[in-house]
């Protein structure tokens, strides 16, 4: 089992920033991809970023440019840097890992509730 605690959601103002975090409970980063979804309402889920085992990344479309994934292998955390925010980024973000070699072994966050508003 893997324990996954997102933090560092809340309100913000359209062009801030917001620095999300996922704690793990445990060492699973190289044998698991990381990832950031996000889900706003009356919408489906959609990823937003992920970081694979090897350390590759990739983005949504829509997040290109504004939003970075890292992670801290120390820290057993990944982090989502969003910068220039706006207010279509208003969402429940989840963080996600998933096994790279296990199909369907995959574990999910609580959320935390993003809102970009003035």
């Known amino acids: 089992q893997v324990q996954l605690v997102e933090s560092g959601g809340g309100l913000v103002q359209p062009g801030g920033s917001l620095r999300l975090s996922c704690a793990a409970s445990?060492?699973?980063?190289?044998?698991?991809?990381m990832g950031w979804y996000r889900q706003a309402p009356g919408k489906q889920r959609e990823l937003v970023a992920a970081?694979?085992?090897?350390?590759?990344?990739n983005y949504a479309d829509s997040v290109k440019g504004r939003f970075t994934i890292s992670r801290d292998n120390a820290k057993n955390t990944v982090y989502l840097q969003m910068n220039s925010l706006k207010r279509e980024d208003t969402a429940v973000y989840y963080c996600?890992?998933?096994?790279?070699?296990?199909?369907?072994?995959?574990?999910w966050g609580q959320g935390t509730q993003v809102t970009v508003s003035s």
């Open positions: 996600n890992a998933a096994h790279d070699f296990v199909v369907g072994m995959n574990y």
């Open positions: 445990r060492s699973i980063f190289s044998l698991y991809t």
């Open positions: 970081i694979t085992s090897g350390g590759s990344t």
